[in-house]
Structure formats: C-alpha cells, structure tokens
C-alpha cells in the first residue's frame, strides 16, 4: 500500500506521528461503453454551450448555479478557501462507541504509526480499547474539512470519515406511525427463526457474485473467439491538410472480425470463411 497522506494525532499534549493508507479497494471488473452497432468507443469531451468548443481542462472554472444567477469561482477564489492549513487529525472528544450511528460512517483508512518508537500510537489504541471509547477527529484532506471517527481495529487504528449531520435524512414515515400490536407468541416465534439463522460472522464466507459471474461471461467469449481487436474501436485520423479523414471504423472491425474467425478455424482445422468480397465475386462467377 502507499501511503495518501501524513500528519499528526493531537490530544491535550500528545502527538502521533502517522501515516494514513486508503482502507478499501473496488475489485468491480472495469466496463466502459460502446455503440451497440460497431464496438466503437463512447467518448465524452468538455464542450463549451455558448461557442461550442473543446474546452481543455486547464480552462475550466467551477461555477454554483442558483437557478437564476450563475457565480463564477476562478482556481484563486477557491485558494482563497480554508484547505490543508494543518497536517494534524485533533482529537475534538471522546465519545461512547454505541453512539456512533454506523449510518454516519463513510470512507476508512488504515493509521500506521511515523516515528521511530510506536509507543504513543499503541497507547492510544489501547486507552480506547480500554475504555470502549472512540475518538471524534476533525482534519482536512484534499481540501476538504472532515469529521472522523478513530477506532481501533485488531492492532491497528483505523480513521473513518463520519457524514455531517445534515447529510443524513430523516426517516419520516407516516406508515410507523400505525399503532402495531405484536403479541408475545408472535415475538417468541421471531426470536426462534432468528436463532435458528444464527452463528459467527466471517466476511470471507461472502463474495460479489455478480462480479464473479460477469468475469466468467467475459473469460468464456474471450476463449470463443467472441471478441474484436482493442485497437478496432477506436477512431483513427489520418493528419492531412483538411483536419483529417477519418478512418472507414465498420471496414476495420470486418477485417478484425474476419482475421478472428480465421484463426478460430484454423485452430479446429476448418477452412477458413471467405471475405464477402470473395463470395459475392464467385456468386455472379456462377450465375
């Protein structure tokens, strides 16, 4: 892993060096879009609804559009902001575990301690284990300020950002309002399907199936020849002087379709399939 960032744990006088890794990975199989009809890729560009240019990414402001007014915030004005002013995570309190509401959890990273002895880093994880506290931490990262929750887990401390207050929706639904009446038979016939469902969880017993699935689809078209060459589905341009012509893509993936067919056939010692050249040529050779 590598490390994303590095500051300082502060409470009262104590300081603690460390590093923060990125906790998380997406192990989603990468799929980008293409026309349905020759395999070309989808390509998005910035253009410009006033004068209709490519507009490069260096000349981008951002802009808050009130629905009325738009305010135009240049790189200076968003300079001008409060960023990473501090490489240091202070520890604001130290909270009761059960009241961090697990809703307000968001993005994790690994802490591992940045000093030559490790001593405060293994005090702080134990004080909290101890004590069955976590800590409540502001920094800023990518600036941005956030608010964390510091907990331990296993040997190491672990930083998740919490979600602020107001990002958080209030569930209103008039249908809990309903008076239900749940007898004590009911409830005792609940508890026991749910003891029945019960045992020690183990994360590695679960799996993204879906992914799974998907990869096994793209392996299985890859091994019969169901595919067409990368290069194929992108457009090419050829640098003349009237801004370049741009390259027959339905000719290139023919001949990337039939060069795949051909060598599939003679992988399984077929004849190879003529070109539709070649077979609209004999048809009228023997009309």
């Not at 026309?35 to 490069?56: A, F, L, M, S, W």
């Not at 020690?200 to 689809?217: H, I, M, N």
């Amino acid at each position: 892993m590598r490390s994303i960032w590095k500051g300082a744990l502060t409470f009262g006088l104590v300081n603690v060096p460390v590093k923060v890794y990125s906790a998380t990975e997406d192990h989603d199989v990468p799929l980008h879009q293409v026309h349905n009809k020759d395999g070309g890729r989808i390509r998005y560009q910035r253009i410009c609804e006033v004068d209709g240019e490519v507009v490069p990414y260096q000349d981008i402001d951002r802009a808050y559009d009130d629905g009325e007014q738009t305010v135009v915030l240049t790189k200076n004005d968003l300079a001008s902001l409060p960023s990473e002013r501090s490489r240091e995570i202070e520890v604001v309190e130290f909270v009761p575990s059960d009241q961090v509401d697990l809703l307000t959890l968001d993005k994790a990273y690994y802490l591992e301690p940045d000093s030559v002895s490790p001593k405060a880093y293994v005090l702080l994880r134990k004080t909290l284990e101890q004590t069955d506290r976590t800590a409540i931490v502001r920094f800023s990262l990518r600036q941005k300020t956030r608010l964390a929750a510091l907990r331990t887990r296993g040997d190491v401390l672990v930083l998740q950002t919490l979600l602020w207050a107001d990002e958080v929706r209030a569930a209103e639904f008039p249908s809990l309002d309903e008076d239900v009446r749940i007898s004590a038979k009911e409830l005792e016939m609940s508890a026991s399907l749910v003891e029945s469902f019960s045992k020690d969880f183990d994360p590695d017993e679960f799996g993204d199936e879906y992914q799974r699935e998907l990869r096994t689809l793209i392996d299985a078209k890859l091994e019969q020849g169901d595919a067409i060459d990368t290069a194929a589905t992108f457009g090419e341009q050829d640098a003349g002087d009237d801004g370049g012509e741009v390259i027959d893509l339905m000719e290139a993936l023919r001949a990337s379709v039939e060069r795949t067919r051909a060598a599939r056939a003679e992988k399984v010692g077929e004849p190879a399939p003529k070109k539709k050249a070649e077979s609209k040529k004999n048809a009228s050779k023997a009309s």
